[in-house]
């Protein structure tokens, strides 16, 4: 019996040795190792041997079992290592090769302009306020005396989402707002976002847009203290040499209601094709808020007055850089935004 465990010894070694892979080594053990396997039948059979015998015969079996475990232990190693040799020769690469150049991107021309308005009017005191695109039918226009039927809804072909809920047509809404959280306390704001309107996309026009509307509200507010915030608007955004202009309009939260428009950079005022003939361009339009819409907040119109403008973001980046269709905003083609990108 004890040639019979030796002979088995021998021949389970070889066969690992010869084992190419995992998979062969795997069979070598379950063949000599395993339930079914040649030592466990020896172990088995003990039980035909004398007393003597039988610690002598068990000790070996079990010696011999270990050095075939070591050996099937030590062969996978090795299996392992030449896998790892050879997958890191397939994958081996030259890192003297020279390297792919990495796309830097920028921010969207709007978001640097959108910024730039910001940074102005925080210098002037204004915080910024932001408030949801999807608005209630109130805020939207009620708030801002527009009730139900007014003709001047017209004006703004609105997205409906339901009776009373739609996408903002302007960022007016954020100013309501703004007004009832301070709950009759002075204001000085501006409110940047997207708004949308009913619109077909051209060269002027864009179903979704940029608005930045301002807002103060504070006992003694002048129609000057206005002109005096656009003006330091318009000489910082457009350059000190520009003048600008006010023209009566209509807005239905705003009484009285202003145009305002600059003097043109491409003629200094003369006249050209750009601000066709007049020598002016129109920026933006403003007002003193009107006596409902501060009352509707909660301000007493006799003691609290203010203002409020807005403006398009668009167009102040079309002026200042001389863009001529609204739609490279929106169409995102890299040759045009790449333009704009900060170093
Ligand atoms: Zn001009």
């Given amino acids: 019996m004890k040639e019979q465990l030796k002979e088995l010894e021998t021949e389970a070694l070889e066969k690992v040795q010869l084992a190419e892979d995992t998979k062969a080594l795997q069979d070598v053990r379950v063949a000599y190792l395993g339930k079914k396997g040649p030592i466990t039948e020896v172990l088995r059979g003990m039980g035909r041997l004398s007393k003597e015998e039988r610690p002598v015969i068990g000790q070996l079996a079990n010696e011999v079992r270990e050095h075939i475990q070591d050996a099937i232990d030590s062969k996978q190693n090795s299996l392992e290592e030449a896998a790892l040799d050879k997958q890191l020769e397939e994958e081996k690469l030259d890192v003297t090769l020279p390297g792919r150049p990495v796309q830097v991107g920028g921010p969207h021309l709007l978001t640097n302009i959108l910024e730039e308005i910001e940074d102005l009017f925080i210098g002037m005191g204004f915080e910024i306020k932001e408030g949801p695109e999807v608005e209630t039918d109130y805020y939207n226009f009620e708030a801002l005396n527009l009730p139900k039927g007014h003709p001047a809804r017209d004006m703004q072909d609105s997205f409906y989402i339901t009776e009373e809920l739609l996408l903002r047509t302007h960022t007016s809404p954020v100013q309501a707002r703004t007004m009832k959280q301070k709950d009759g306390e002075p204001v000085r704001m ?71 428009d600059i003097s043109c950079k491409v003629c200094d005022g003369k006249g050209c094709s750009v601000c066709k003939g007049t020598g002016w361009i129109e920026i933006l339009g403003a007002g003193m808020v009107h006596p409902n819409v501060l009352e509707m907040a909660g301000y007493d119109p006799d003691v609290y007055s203010g203002f409020a403008f807005g403006m398009g973001p668009e167009r102040i980046a079309m002026l200042k850089y001389g863009v001529d269709d609204i739609r490279h905003f929106y169409t995102n083609d890299i040759r045009f935004l790449k333009q704009y990108h900060k170093v």
């Fill in 190 to 260: 501006i409110c940047p976002g997207k708004v949308y309107r009913r619109d077909t996309d051209d060269a002027t026009h864009s179903h979704q847009f940029t608005q930045v509307e301002g807002l103060l509200v504070d006992k003694n507010v002048r129609m000057s203290d206005l002109k005096g915030v656009l003006n330091t608007f318009a000489k910082q955004m457009f350059g000190s040499e520009r003048d600008i202009r006010l023209r009566p309009s209509f807005f239905p939260f705003t009484e009285p209601s202003v145009e305002m």
